[in-house]
């Protein structure tokens, strides 16, 4: 799911749910494997660090995500248009 969501991403196809699956992937890791309220005094520390790294690259995401393209179009600065894959075709930018 991690996999998905960043090669979406990087990919910037259909990023927002991309940007969704890393954000349900880190919740789940946070909360389900880096519990540090249930450990031991000595992992205590580790844990709660990795809760709250988790816990801001999840807020991080959700910020991406609210920046996120919606129309996944493309745009290419060098000829001045947006790339369309609906259509396979340019756009020009209006000015």
């Not at 205590?44 to 920046?67: D, V």
Request: with cysteine; proline share 4%.
């Amino acid at each position: 799911m991690l996999v998905v969501g960043d090669l979406s991403v990087v990919l910037g196809f259909l990023s927002v749910i991309g940007l969704i699956f890393i954000i349900l992937y880190l919740l789940h890791v946070s909360f389900v494997i880096h519990d540090f309220w249930a450990v031991e005094e000595e992992q205590k520390m580790n844990e709660q660090n990795t809760f709250t790294k988790n816990i801001a690259l999840a807020g991080a995401a959700l910020a991406l995500m609210y920046g996120a393209p919606v129309d996944h179009r493309r745009y290419s600065p060098i000829e001045n248009t947006y790339f369309s894959p609906r259509n396979s075709q340019s756009i020009p930018c209006q000015k």
